[in-house]
């Protein structure tokens, strides 16, 4: 009798630690928590450089598709014969040089899309500013010059504090001033936290999914600009919630993106 | 609940004051820190809570073939299982609290965040596992009394009601969870949990493709484990007439996991599918990113599957008459199953630092890239279920003897259809190489079609062929060598691995969220460790729960003993009237 429990724990331990050893054999890959960055004015392209190689390999997850050449281009070697990713940047995107094209992809994954791939999947608003720019440093420094300096985060900061709207030069909030994606524009500026939208959210607004049927584009926009003159029918009790300053935070652009698409929802 | 506007704004501004989004607490465990111990509290409750959700069903299905097959032994196997129930019950509402306690002191801010929002599904939790634990007593304490006519039809209804609760208990937890990986697209880091909408949380992205999933998963891990106290009790036994019932038991447990396993497959694409629908990066994270060589893994063991299930097919051959026709097949199945393995758990799209790729010459493996690739996978799999099929086609016609004269037609018929889908499973599989990714991946529907419609065909003709067959003789029940009883135990602790393992994919792909972008893990445990330091929690916590099986199971044979030595003429068939019966049996 014991001599048959004795043969079952073996097997059953033996099953077990073969498990275990050859779990343990193959390359350990852990999943880091993105480091908070914070950098001084005297900030050097190597400090950046490092931070950003860190994000990109590590909790950053971008080699999970950046470096298998199917999923999304090779950043690290060559892509299509154009070179490393620093090497290509400034080229890829006529008027644009390489740290403004290589920021906009970030904050705006749909901006640039490479021929071939599809649009990357990239949560801009899970990083910081300081992580975003450390991985254009990064970037740069693939073949390329590193030009990103702690201006770029600064004037960051300061647009992201004023909420101002996207300028030319990339140095412009990361996640939610740049878009023109009228769902993303939906989302960044909370408006779902009382409209519902595709059947689920919140009632304290009107529901977007027909109120391109209740409502025109100009009823729309005025709405937008100006929510508290007039109430929707039905929500008169809400008059004063909706902030009114997206007059000021959304781009013509973004706005207009915004009331295109709820006036299209009948 | 009535909303009114006014109402709405109150709660609106009541909820933002008290949002607890932000800054989740913690409190502390002693070595191995508080993210091993609810880890370890959790799988184990899980490993119970499928083992008790799973038994049941196929208990459910024997005693009614008992019934409307008027066989005794399908009743007395049915009575067997929900007597391992009703002893893992209790065990399985002890580790619940343990994680409801851990949660409670180790997690607060995220329990007080969760109850917030589910907590009317908490108390309907609790009414349904209080249905459902009466039901099982009425249900296993009744069996002798409702034993007969209406009384045993009543019986079996607390059977498909004990199932009814379960499900609905196992139903409201999976929406916890599965909320915590796919929040709805409203809810933001600073909404308030009272501004989220109930049935919006929880009927989440992910809720039916897990229930699906954790549904047939509980089915195979059941089967598995009534086959590894089989294997044991055979081990274990004294005379011939328990042998025979325990080999008999085994084999049950054994078809039971390995038939439900060949569907797990197309639960798994779904939640796949519904995970990449919901947020691509965390599809992406799964299959291609830090958790890319779980499924390198996950081959491996499911590969041990295949080869252990199909060696005890084969073994079993040797107790039934007219199998040697057969026996000569076995090693080419063999090497199938092998080749199948091993392109199976070929790695391709991995993590790669610039090193490696330069050591590679290039993104891919200059040979392994080849094999790594979906095309080859698919192939590869879709061969080793065919193959597995016709162990178990083997195996059920090996003692028979056809009869009806289109016998060798029909069987002739049979083989094309093998051959043809065998055929299209690899056409498929080598014009992949020649198309895009996005036709290369609808490729894989036509192969699991052609599998799925050669399995329900070839079946289909069997039982017709089999129609009045004769026997070349009984099944030698208990006449299986020792060895063959290990591979059970293999299959027992390879599926529990296997789920534990899923079970640290499924909840890893989060990362260092407690729930998906909307409550950040703040912890010092926030980071998901690599496979190697997963391995060890998961095998720990096998090693926890098969040792209080073993101890649960003992225990409850002490009962059972007496019984056993002086077995009651009208409820255990004697060898010989379970050889006269068993013969089709199978």
Known sequence: MWQTNLKILLVVLGTLGLYTWVASAIPQVASEVPEELTFSDDVTADDLVMAGEQLFTGAGTCTACHGTGTRAPNLLT?????????????????????????????????????????????????????????????????????????????????????????????????????????RVLLQENLCLGCHAIDGAGPPLGPNFDDIGGARTADQIRRGILDPNVDAAPGFDAMLGMMPATFGQSLSAIQLEAIVTFLAARK | MALTPAGLLAQAAEAASQSTVSIPSYGSFPAP?????????????????????????????????GIFGNDSKYDKLAKEFTRLLLVSYSATAIWGAILSFGLIT?????????????????????????????????????????????????????????????????FIANSWLTFMMSPPAEVMPDTAPEMVRFWSAFANATWMPINVHRMIANVVFGGAIVGAYAAYRFLTSKTDEERAH?????????????????????????????????????????????????WIIQAFLI?????????????????????????????????????????????????????ELAAMGGTHHPFLGVLGVMSAKNTAVNLMILTTFLSFL????????????????????????????????????????????????GFSVYQVLAVLAAIGGVVTLDIM?????????????????????????????????????????????????????????????????????????????????????GFIFWVGSLAEKPIMSHPRQDSLPSTDSRLASAPTGN
Request: aromatic residues 16%; proline residues 4%; glycine residues 10%.
């Open chain 2, 394 to 441: 083997l195996y059920r016609r090996a003692n028979k003897r056809t009869v009806v004269p289109w016998a060798r037609t029909g069987t002739m018929i049979q083989t094309a259809i093998f051959v043809l889908a065998a055929a299209i499973v690899l056409f498929y599989g080598v014009y992949g190489y020649f198309v895009t990714a996005i036709v290369r991946i």
């Open chain 2, 106 to 170: 180790l997690y607060p801010g995220l329990w007080n965040y969760l109850a917030r929002i589910f907590a009317p599904s908490m108390w309907v939790y609790v009414g349904l596992f209080f249905f459902e634990s009466f039901t099982l007593y009425l249900y296993y304490y009744g069996w002798e009394r409702w034993h007969d006519g209406r009384a045993k039809l009543m019986h079996w209804s607390l059977g498909i009601l004990l199932n009814v609760w379960g499900t609905a208990v196992m």
């Open chain 1, 78 to 182: 060559d892509h299509a014969g154009e070179g490393t990713i620093g090497q290509r940047c400034g080229t890829r995107v006529s008027g644009l040089d390489c740290k403004a094209y290589l920021q906009t992809s970030l904050a705006e994954p749909a901006a640039f899309v490479v021929e071939g791939f599809a649009e990357m999947v990239f949560q801009a608003r899970a990083f910081s500013d300081a992580q975003i720019w450390s991985l254009v440093a990064f970037m740069q420094s693939q073949g390329g010059e590193v030009t990103v300096t702690s201006d770029d985060m600064e004037r960051a900061d300061d647009a992201a504090a004023t909420s101002a709207p996207a300028e030319p030069s990339g140095g412009s909030p990361v996640a939610a001033s740049q878009t023109t994606d009228a």
């Open chain 2, 33 to 65: 820190g508080s993210r091993v111990a609810i880890w370890v509290a959790a799988q184990v409750h899980l490993f119970f809570a499928a083992f008790v959700l799973g038994v049941p069903m196929f208990a459910v299905v024997a005693e009614a073939i």
């Open chain 2, 303 to 355: 590969g041990v599957l295949f080869l252990a299930g199909n060696y005890y097919l084969w073994v079993g051959m040797g107790r039934i008459p007219g199998a040697e026709r057969y026996m000569p097949y076995t090693k080419w199945m063999l090497v199938v199953l092998v080749l199948g393995v091993i392109v199976w758990a070929t790695p391709h799209t991995m993590i790669a630092n610039r090193d």
């Open chain 2, 246 to 294: 325990y080999d008999w038991m085994g084999y049950v447990g054994n078809m039971i996991a390995i038939g439900a396993l060949i569907v797990l497959p197309f639960a798994g694409y779904y939640l796949g599918r519904e995970i990449y629908e919901y947020n691509q990066q965390m599809g992406i994270t799964m299959m291609g990113g830090f958790m890319s060589w779980a």
């Open chain 2, 465 to 549: 062929i089999m129609r009045g067959a004769e026997s070349y003789g009984a099944i030698r029940w208990g006449q299986m060598p020792p060895r063959s009883q290990y591979a059970l135990f293999i299959l027992a602790v390879t599926f529990t691995w296997l789920m534990g393992l899923m079970g640290f994919v499924r909840s890893g792909i989060r990362q260092h969220w407690h729930i998906w972008e909307v409550m950040r893990d703040t912890s010092e445990f926030a980071a998901t460790p690599p496979l190697g330091y997963a391995a060890q929690v998961i095998s720990w916590c096998v090693v926890i729960f098969l040792g209080l099986v």
